[in-house]
């Protein structure tokens, strides 16, 4: 498992974090805050490596390679969360980040 160029791209645009904005709306009062973190870091892991959030990993051996993953890459999935965060932040103020 790798960050793709695709994955990359993706994550780090406008659409992908307002498409993680409207799974959050949907899941607010489902998921607890810090279980709600991690499916999104999770999220960001999985779309960032190539893969359709739409389809996240089903098996038990696939959440064990993410998890590894993510754990291996924190630095570099941290910078794509930032950017989904900045992506929000610059929709909700017309594109002012302070």
């Known amino acids: 498992m790798e960050i793709t160029a695709v994955g ?11 498409r993680l904005r409207k799974i959050a709306a949907r899941h607010q009062k489902q998921i607890p805050g810090n279980a709600g973190l991690s499916m999104f ?3 960001i892991c999985w779309a ?3 893969h ?4 996240p990993p089903r098996s038990q051996a696939e959440r064990r390679e993410l998890a590894e993953f993510a ?4 630095a570099q999935l941290n910078k794509l969360a930032d ?4 992506n929000l ?3 909700d103020t017309g594109g002012k980040v302070h």
């Open 8 to 18: 990359r791209r993706l994550v780090e645009s406008r659409e992908f974090a307002l």
């Open 83 to 86: 950017k989904c965060l900045e």
């Open 52 to 55: 359709d959030i739409a389809r």
């Open 71 to 74: 754990r291996k890459h924190t």
């Open 41 to 43: 870091v999770g999220l």
């Open 48 to 50: 960032a490596t190539g």
């Open 89 to 91: 932040v610059k929709h």
